[in-house]
């Protein structure tokens, strides 16, 4: 299967990551949506983000060293939805400037709550938006399900 997916990301305490291209990015305590594309495939590339023994590629790559996926939503679909998605998680929270959008016109594809429940309500209801069908699963037991 292959499509769309949303990491929903805790990060426990306040701090200033080195990310890649992007420098040094100040992220606060809270939680994150990131949104992604995995055209490729959904198993290879959410494995990738949830193994923590990785060199880092993306952007992503470098939060993940400090963070924690709490859960994950994947769509399947043949469209290139990821940047709706993110247009629509901006309007609604905080955008972290640059970050996983260097291969579009995004001004981001990750987003920041302080709190849990917005954040992923916001994040399915975007999805939602877009008449696609949403799987929704806790990033612990990810591994035991077909994508």
Not at 66 to 78: D, F, G, L, Y
């Amino acid at each position: 299967m292959k499509g769309i997916y949303l990491l929903l990301i805790e990060l426990p305490e306040e701090q200033a990551i080195a990310v890649g291209s992007l420098g040094l990015v100040h992220f606060s305590r809270g939680y994150y949506a990131y949104v992604g594309s995995a055209l490729g495939g959904f198993k290879s590339r959410l494995n990738r983000h949830l193994r923590k023994d990785k060199i880092p590629k993306w952007h992503i790559d470098y939060l993940l060293q400090k963070a924690t996926i709490r859960s994950i939503i994947i769509c399947e679909t043949e469209e290139r939805v990821e940047c709706s998605i993110a247009q629509a998680l901006h309007r609604q929270f905080e955008a972290i400037p640059r970050f996983g959008s260097s291969d579009c016109r995004c001004p981001s594809h990750l987003f920041f709550d302080t709190r849990k429940k917005p954040i992923t309500e916001g994040s399915l209801a975007a999805v939602k938006s877009l008449s696609l069908e949403v799987r929704s699963f806790d990033a612990k037991t990810y591994r035991d399900v077909e994508a």
